[in-house]
T-cell receptor, first 112, second 111 residues
Framework: NAGVTQTPKFQVLKTGQSMTLQCAQD?????MYWYRQDPGMGLRLIYY???????DKGEVPNGYNVSRLNKREFSLRLESAAPSQTSVYFC???????????FGPGTRLTVL | QQPVQSPQAVILREGEDAVINCSSS?????VHWYRQKHGEAPVFLMI?????EQKGHDKISASFNEKKQQSSLYLTASQLSYSGTYFC????????????FGRGTSLIVHP
């Protein structure tokens, strides 16, 4: 039982490059989330998926897109990376929005 | 809107107690507490639902005052393993119920 897995763990991009962060969970959870964590800012919700086939914007969605590929997988795409997107990205999942969230190990992204 | 956590940082010696507060400007349905150690993912501690319920987790407990839109996390007889950053997340009724997290409180426990 791996819980929530994320790939890659580290990534360095140049401004304007694109990339996709992958997330998968094996707990049969309905809801999945993408957060970014910046020093002193806490966890800010980028996008979430309440159930397979649905996605919604969170607090800071600009510059990102998401895909809920199936119940297990939820990916985050940066189409044209900017230095302001340098951050640690966490994926999480839960049974529903009001339940315990289980976090993946995070992806540390640097945009030069 | 992010809840406000206080204090921003706490430094303790082993065995001392600490209280971390979380307040919101909105009426709350639930409060979530997580702890994050440096370089790791946040880990769930507890969820409190409206009703003034107090919950416990070993020597860590929490209260939720619905009327004041506040929650407090109590750490008693702190251990070295309690060190980390504590986040509260608050959710309001009628929406997605997904918590919005505060900026965190850094707790350092010294021997």
């Amino acid at each position: 039982n791996a819980g929530v897995t994320q790939t890659p763990k580290f990534q360095v991009l140049k401004t304007g490059q694109s990339m996709t962060l992958q997330c998968a969970q094996d707990m049969n959870h309905n809801s999945m989330y993408w957060y970014r964590q910046d020093p002193g800012m806490g966890l800010r919700l980028i996008y979430y998926s309440a159930s397979e086939g649905t996605t919604d914007k969170g607090e800071v969605p600009n510059g990102y897109n998401v895909s809920r590929l199936n119940k297990r997988e939820f990916s985050l795409r940066l189409e044209s990376a900017a230095p302001s997107q340098t951050s640690v990205y966490f994926c999480a999942s839960s049974t529903s929005g009001m339940d315990t969230q289980y976090f993946g190990p995070g992806t540390r992204l640097t945009v030069l | 809107q992010q809840p406000v956590q206080s204090p921003q940082a706490v430094i303790l010696r082993e065995g001392e107690d600490a209280v971390i507060n979380c307040s919101s400007s909105k009426a709350l349905y639930s409060v979530h507490w997580y702890r994050q150690k440096h370089g790791e993912a946040p880990v769930f501690l507890m969820i409190l639902l409206k009703g003034g319920e107090q919950k416990g987790h070993d020597k860590i407990s929490a209260s939720f005052n619905e009327k004041k839109q506040q929650s407090s996390l109590y750490l008693t007889a702190s251990q070295l393993s309690y060190s980390g950053t504590y986040f509260c997340g608050t959710a309001s009724a009628g929406g997605s119920y997904i918590p919005t997290f505060g900026r965190g409180t850094s707790l350092i426990v010294h021997p």
